[in-house]
């Protein structure tokens, strides 16, 4: 188990929610995941940042959201969750930070989940900066030393510390207990864009011919289990992968996956191929060191939406790209092998009892947590509710059969 994270606030909030829904068909392939409950938080919930001063489009600066994150942390029952870069994409300058809860599962009792926050801690460089979401508080001669930061993967690492990954950069980047800066890892250049601009639509083609899409960048961050690790995600493939057609819409499939050895740095890239262009990846979480859950979905709620869907997939015989500098947008080469890759979950399948008017359109973090108390191990689904008031922050329990 991973050592806990510190703790430095008394828990103010306890919400529980719906009881399990049990599958009790007998003609379709058994679910690899049983669903056991949900728990809801709303949108007006605070945070215990302390922050009280409102932003400038007026959303409290302490409101609770952009939940784009979660990872057990090995004690008892305490998540980290991280907040993305915070309200109006990118328009204000939100404080970044990240968040412990407790959160209990318990399928013998009504509710079967529970939430309670923690502590709240900011996030600062070295130096003591606080990060903030603004795209204006770029540093265009020092991007790497940017105070703009959207964080959107997080694990915790074997000494307790936070790794983080940012869709501006994307960077990876570790921090200490209480949300300092410790040590930044060297990202390949060809994941960063030639031109990074305060503007989103300055890094677009053809002033950027490298690099993340705007917006689309590390969104999903796993570490194996021995802690040596960590795989980032990209949420669509990169521009010189094909990422985007002459108009601007997103048109390839190639995703590229970056593993770093968290002592000596030293990287290594795979392929795995979107089911459809318009889908992006929001998470991985790890099984073993070659094999790992993806979070893919479409960009579309309630009774329109196509694809929650979480995939196994497996490194073993997938072709290391690191040398290859452009993918095509569909098809890899004859030579690359992407990641091997198989339905492992989908969370629109009926027999779960999600789909429907409620279902959220960003399902956005999943982690492990403990044994639940029949030996079977828990997995949580989050969804961002970006900020929004109106819109409850909600968190998924799972079975893993």
């Known amino acids: 188990m991973r050592p806990s994270l510190l703790v430095g606030l008394v828990a103010v909030l306890l919400?529980?929610?719906?009881?399990?829904?049990k599958d009790t068909s007998t003609s379709l392939p058994e679910l690899n995941l049983e669903y056991l409950g949900m728990v809801t938080l709303p949108g007006t919930t605070t945070d215990?940042?302390?922050?009280?001063?409102p932003l400038p489009d007026g959303t409290p600066h302490h409101q609770l959201g952009g939940l784009s994150a979660i990872d057990y942390t090995g004690k008892n029952n305490l998540y980290l969750q991280v907040a993305d870069r915070g309200p109006?994409?990118?328009?204000?300058?939100?404080a970044c930070r990240f968040h412990l809860t407790e959160v209990v599962v318990d399928p013998t009792r009504d509710p079967v989940v529970s939430i309670k926050l923690m502590a709240t801690h900011l996030l600062k460089d070295a130096e003591g900066r606080q990060y903030n979401g603004a795209n204006e508080s770029l540093?265009?001669?020092h991007p790497e030393r940017s105070l703009r930061f959207d964080p959107e993967g997080a694990r915790v690492g074997p000494?307790?510390?936070?790794?983080?990954?940012?869709?501006?950069?994307?960077?990876?980047?570790?921090?200490d207990r209480t949300g300092k800066l410790l040590r930044s890892f060297v990202v390949p250049e060809k994941f960063l864009p030639n031109h990074p601009a305060p503007d989103p639509k300055q890094e677009l083609p053809p002033k950027n011919t490298r690099g993340r899409i705007p917006n689309r960048g590390m969104e999903g961050l796993a570490i194996t289990p021995d802690g040596k690790k960590l795989v980032g995600i990209l949420q669509s493939p990169l521009i010189q992968d094909g990422g985007l057609g002459p108009d601007q819409k997103r048109i390839g499939l190639n995703v590229r996956i970056l593993e770093v050895d968290i002592a000596t740095g030293k990287t290594r890239e795979f392929v795995y191929q979107l089911e459809?262009?318009?889908?992006?990846?929001?998470?991985?979480?790890?099984?073993t060191d070659r094999e790992y859950l993806v979070l893919e979905r479409d960009s579309l709620a309630g009774t329109e939406a196509q694809c929650k869907k979480l995939f196994k997939i497996d490194l073993t015989g997938a072709t290391e790209v690191s040398e290859v500098p452009s993918l095509p947008s569909t098809?890899?080469?004859?030579t690359i092998r992407p990641v091997?890759?198989?339905l492992y979950a989908d969370f629109l399948d009926p027999r779960y009892g999600l789909s429907g008017k409620d279902i959220p359109e960003k399902f956005e973090g999943i982690t492990f947590g403990p044994n639940l108390p029949d030996g079977r191990r828990l997995l949580l689904l989050t969804a961002d509710n970006d900020f929004l008031a109106e819109q409850p922050f909600r968190l998924y329990a799972f079975a893993v059969k």
């Open 88 to 94: 109006k994409d990118g328009a204000v300058p939100y």
């Open 48 to 53: 215990l940042s302390g922050l009280t001063d």
């Open 340 to 342: 091997a890759k198989s």
């Open 15 to 21: 919400v529980g929610c719906v009881s399990s829904k």
């Open 159 to 175: 000494t307790g510390t936070l790794f983080i990954s940012d869709e501006y950069g994307p960077y990876l980047r570790e921090f």
């Open 331 to 334: 098809g890899p080469p004859a």
């Open 139 to 141: 540093d265009p001669a």
């Open 276 to 287: 459809d262009p318009s889908h992006g990846i929001n998470e991985i979480l790890a099984i």
